[in-house]
Nanobody
Framework: QVQLVESGGGLVQAGGSLRLSCAAS????????MAWYRQAPGKQRDLVAG???????NYADSVKGRFTIFRDNALNTVYLQMNSLKPEDTAVYYC??????????WGQGTQVTVSS
């Protein structure tokens, strides 16, 4: 088992930046994939960005060039740097971790609100 705790959400004006953090309760070296998802009210939860243990990264088209995901294995933490935020980025952001054994873990979520 691993617990994931997100932080860094909040209210920001359009064009601003936020950095989300996802701290794991144990080493993330066994997690082959770590990702950020988001869910807006009334919508499904969608992938925002993910990074494999080897460093391969993928982004949703809507955030390419604005968001950056990176993992710090020494700190057992994954970050999502969000720049040039737009009102449509408003959502609850969730951290996700998948182990080599295909276990799937979620954090409790952190709210990001972007005002116009």
């Amino acid at each position: 088992q691993v617990q994931l705790v997100e932080s860094g959400g909040g209210l920001v004006q359009a064009g601003g930046s936020l950095r989300l953090s996802c701290a794991a309760s144990r080493s993330i070296l066994s997690m082959y994939y770590m990702a950020w998802y988001r869910q807006a009210p009334g919508k499904q939860r969608d992938l925002v960005a993910g990074v494999t243990r080897s460093g391969t990264i993928n982004y949703a088209d809507s955030v390419k060039g604005r968001f950056t995901i990176f993992r710090d294995n020494a700190l057992n933490t994954v970050y999502l740097q969000m720049n040039s935020l737009k009102p449509e980025d408003t959502a609850v952001y969730y951290c996700n971790a998948r182990s080599i054994a295909s276990d799937n873990y979620w954090g409790q979520g952190t709210q990001v609100t972007v005002s116009s």
